[in-house]
């Protein structure tokens, strides 16, 4: 199949998702245009926002040629170690057998992986991930940063709650979840819903 089809293809694939918006709006980590196919490959990138070894992703990366059939992934994820892993969530229809799209993606010195329902539903990852995403677009002022860390230096852990106090220049919660979301803090989202008793932890940088 010609280089002129494939990028039909994807125009196709990006057309049809341009037409729909899914919660949350914001992302952290996304490099170039946010098109997402549908809900559940939202909630996908939910988690790829806060996994901490996800450096950056991008939406319907070029597509694959696998014997005349053109694929388009949901993601193309780039992880500090440097590898790079194209994929696909639960509710991806594929008419291409996953062991071909696996060998397409090691000719492109990659790996591709079709997540299953489990990974990306249960426990509490994703609500708390779609929770602080909400906040994407937060910023917080320097003397809010400043004196949370500085607690956190002093105490070594703080409950959220007590965490909170420290905002003086802009709102609690938008501030605490953008310094979660930009890696200057760090809570557990798995074991239970973000409250007050949630403990928070300084990253070292």
């Keep these: 199949m010609g280089i002129a089809k494939q990028a039909a293809s994807l125009r196709a694939a990006r057309t049809s998702a341009s037409i729909q918006t899914y919660s949350p709006a914001g992302t952290i980590k996304c490099d170039g245009v946010r098109l997402f196919r549908s809900q559940a490959a939202r909630d996908v990138a ?16 070029h597509p694959f040629d696998v014997d005349g059939i053109v694929h388009v992934a949901d993601y193309q994820v780039f992880n500090e170690d440097g590898s790079i892993l194209f994929m ?15 060998d397409e993606a090691i000719r492109r010195d990659a790996r591709y992986r079709l997540l299953g329902r489990t990974e990306v539903y249960d426990g509490f990852r994703l609500r708390n991930a779609r929770d602080l995403l909400r906040y994407a677009y ?10 949370l860390l500085s607690a956190l230096d002093e105490h ?23 310094l979660i979301l930009h890696g200057y803090v760090e809570v557990d989202l798995d074991d239970a819903p973000l409250g007050p008793e949630t403990t928070v932890r300084r990253i070292s940088r």
């Design 46 to 61: 939910c988690l790829l926002d806060v996994n901490p070894s996800v450096t950056s992703w991008q939406c319907m990366p």
């Design 138 to 147: 937060a910023t917080t002022p320097l003397g809010d940063r400043l004196r």
């Design 156 to 178: 070594g852990s703080l409950p959220l709650a007590e965490c909170l106090k420290a905002f003086q220049e802009t709102k609690p919660v938008p501030g605490i979840a953008a």
């Design 88 to 102: 696909d969530a639960p509710d991806r229809a594929r008419s291409v057998d996953i062991q071909l799209l696996d």
